[in-house]
């Protein structure tokens, strides 16, 4: 029999999969610049969470990760491994969201001017505009 933990984990994961799929739908058919950085910040974000749920480690008591001694035994060291958690992902993932913020206000730096400059926060009319289409 499947355990609830193991129901909860995949669905999370089926959630975050779904929610990624929205947010790369809302960057690649949205017109609305802001939009778009929108949905690429719920894009990035979903992505992280992910990133930490790969991380994640299902045991009756997690440990984290550091040693308690500096020569530990063998025996030591493989409770250890069994339930510390991956401190690799959680470093990644403050990384990427730190990344995150910056490229999301340069994108919204670039919006405010795209819309000083055109009057329009719209994909479309401002490629028509560049192009000389007129407004």
């Known amino acids: 029999m499947v355990g609830v933990e193991y129901c909860l984990y995949v669905a999370a994961f089926a959630t ?3 929610t990624a799929a929205v947010a790369l739908y809302g960057v690649l058919a949205k017109e609305n610049v802001v939009k778009k950085v929108i949905a690429l910040t ?4 979903t992505v992280n969470t992910i990133a930490i749920l790969v991380g ?3 045991a009756p008591k997690v440990a984290p ?3 308690p001694t500096l020569r530990p035994s063998k025996e030591a060291l493989r409770i250890f491994a069994s339930t510390a958690v991956d401190p690799i992902p959680q470093a990644l993932v403050i990384t990427a969201i730190v990344i995150n913020l910056a490229v999301t206000a340069f994108l919204l730096f670039l919006a405010v001017r795209a819309y000083a400059l055109y009057g329009t926060l719209n994909y479309g009319e401002i490629m ?3 192009r000389g289409e007129g407004a």
């Open 16 to 18: 975050l999969f779904a």
């Open 42 to 45: 719920i894009l990035g974000d």
């Open 56 to 58: 994640f480690r299902v």
């Open 65 to 67: 990760p550091i040693l």
């Open 128 to 130: 028509r505009i560049r």
